[in-house]
């Protein structure tokens, strides 16, 4: 089956306290989300990109791809209001009649592994619905009542989603033929909202969203740390 990856990069840079797009701002050298593109085509040169960017963010991408020779070929949709409706943008940019495997990923995520990558789009091709997810270190505690209350919970009953998150296209397609809701914070929770049922495998830790100063500087280590590691 075909595969393709819908990158989501809506944001604005608010959290990091900068005018630039977190997507854009520049990681090794160049913009974060073509770190993220490089990566996941450097693991499969016959996946399909496609981008998803706010309508003001266009001729910027444009320029950027310019200014550093950046040519890996990719299919620029225009976002929607919300991280939903702009994944809907990216399943209507693909114009495939046969069953395929689409992936939604984070343009700020550019450190997936390709161990990960394989397992994902391998489980996705048996089970239809798959995520990445890692376990909980810390402890962790719920609130239970409106005064501050909170309680214990046990952290190896818990885990932290990433993405990309893969799944069969004819399975994404009619989920996102839902009416939206509030609650849908990701694809899997889109998905299991119709009675799918979301398979996980384990994602690696390194795997970070990058939302904010503290992000950016873990990831420059996190590339450092990579460069460094000898050729096996």
């Not at 069953?99 to 390709?114: Q, T």
């Not at 990433?162 to 989920?175: D, E, G």
């Amino acid at each position: 089956m075909k595969r393709y990856i819908i990158i989501v990069a809506g944001g604005k840079g608010l959290r990091m306290g900068s005018n630039v797009p977190k997507q854009f701002m520049l990681l090794n050298g160049k913009p974060l989300v073509m770190t993220t593109i490089e990566n996941l085509c450097a693991m499969d040169v016959t996946l399909r990109i496609i981008l998803v960017l706010p309508k003001e963010q266009l001729q910027l991408w444009d320029e950027l791809c310019a200014e550093y020779s950046f040519t890996i070929p990719v299919k620029v949709v225009t976002g929607g209001t919300t991280r939903f409706h702009s994944v809907q943008n990216g399943l209507a940019a693909i114009e495939e009649p046969e069953e395929a495997l689409v992936g939604v990923h984070d343009g700020v995520r550019p450190f997936l592994a390709m161990k990960v990558y394989d397992e994902l789009f391998r489980e996705a091709a048996i089970n239809g619905a798959v995520i990445p997810v890692v376990a909980v270190h810390d402890s962790m505690r719920r609130f239970i009542g409106g005064q501050g209350a909170t309680e214990s919970v046990p952290r190896d009953r818990y885990r932290l989603v990433q993405t990309p998150q893969v799944f069969k296209l004819s399975i994404l397609r009619k989920a996102y033929e839902q009416r939206y809701l509030e609650q849908f914070t990701d694809d899997a929770s889109v998905v299991e909202a119709m009675g799918e049922f979301v398979h996980i495998v384990e994602g690696n830790r390194e795997n970070i969203k990058i939302t904010t100063p503290f992000d950016f500087v873990l990831a420059k280590a996190i590339v450092e740390c990579l460069t460094q590691q000898p050729e096996t």
